[in-house]
T-cell receptor, first 117, second 111 residues
Framework: AQKVTQAQTEISVVEKEDVTLDCVYE???????LFWYKQPPSGELVFLIR??????QNEISGRYSWNFQKSTSSFNFTITASQVVDSAVYFC??????????????FGKGTRLSVIA | DGGITQSPKYLFRKEGQNVTLSCEQN?????MYWYRQDPGQGLRLIYY???????QKGDIAEGYSVSREKKESFPLTVTSAQKNPTAFYLC??????????FGPGTRLTVL
């Protein structure tokens, strides 16, 4: 069965520090997508990234970067030079059916990040 | 602007009452989903629909019902059979292999 584990329940950092959020997954599929979402205090989930399993290149988007390692089933998310606006709950997710279209997601329990000014 | 709307934002239910949460999307997405979020927990799937007039149960469907009569709409009814309905409910939609887009959520409280 599909499973996503985010072992870090809460993290607090001081502004401008770098922080890495861990995500470990289990899947029966050989090809699959992985996702990261951000949930600010307002509650709505905001899409951050989708990664296909056959693309193991790291991705960088501004202060955000993602490290995907298929060998260790991990898809970690790093925020560089954190800001107060980064304070949110971050979720890692995996489709219940690999890389099929229009399939529900299995979510980790999330990591609450607090960035202190 | 395209997006997903959920209403109401806050909902209060008395014991034994059925309530319906609205979810509408104008993104022309084929699939729609309902997730439940409890404090400190991830999202859990209640129901999903990949096409009009068809839907499947998720992990925690007991005490809930849905309909999908129109592509744009996927209402969720929380019935009296759901013994612990207090939670945050999120609706989402998607097309093909793209990411899911989420609505702003409905916070349901049992009085």
């Amino acid at each position: 069965a599909q499973k996503v584990t985010q072992a870090q329940t809460e993290i607090s950092v001081v502004e401008k520090e770098d922080v890495t959020l861990d995500c470990v997954y289990e899947t029966r599929d050989t090809t699959y997508y992985l996702f990261w979402y951000k949930q600010p205090p307002s509650g709505e989930l905001v899409f951050l990234i989708r990664r296909n399993s056959f693309d193991e290149q790291n991705e960088i988007s501004g202060r955000y970067s993602w490290n995907f390692q298929k060998s260790t089933s991990s898809f970690n998310f790093t925020i560089t030079a954190s800001q107060v606006v980064d304070s949110a709950v971050y979720f890692c997710a995996l489709p219940i059916l690999g890389n099929s279209g229009n399939t529900p997601l299995v979510f980790g329990k999330g990591t609450r990040l607090s960035v202190i000014a | 602007d395209g997006g997903i709307t959920q209403s109401p934002k806050y909902l209060f239910r008395k014991e034994g009452q059925n309530v319906t949460l609205s979810c509408e999307q104008n993104l022309n997405h084929d699939a729609m989903y309902w997730y439940r979020q409890d404090p400190g927990q991830g999202l859990r799937l209640i129901y999903y629909s990949q096409i009009v007039n068809d839907f499947q149960k998720g992990d925690i469907a007991e005490g809930y019902s849905v309909s999908r009569e129109k592509k744009e709409s996927f209402p969720l009814t929380v019935t009296s059979a759901q013994k612990n309905p207090t939670a945050f409910y999120l609706c989402a939609s998607s097309i093909a292999r793209d990411e899911q887009f989420f609505g702003p959520g409905t916070r349901l409280t049992v009085l």
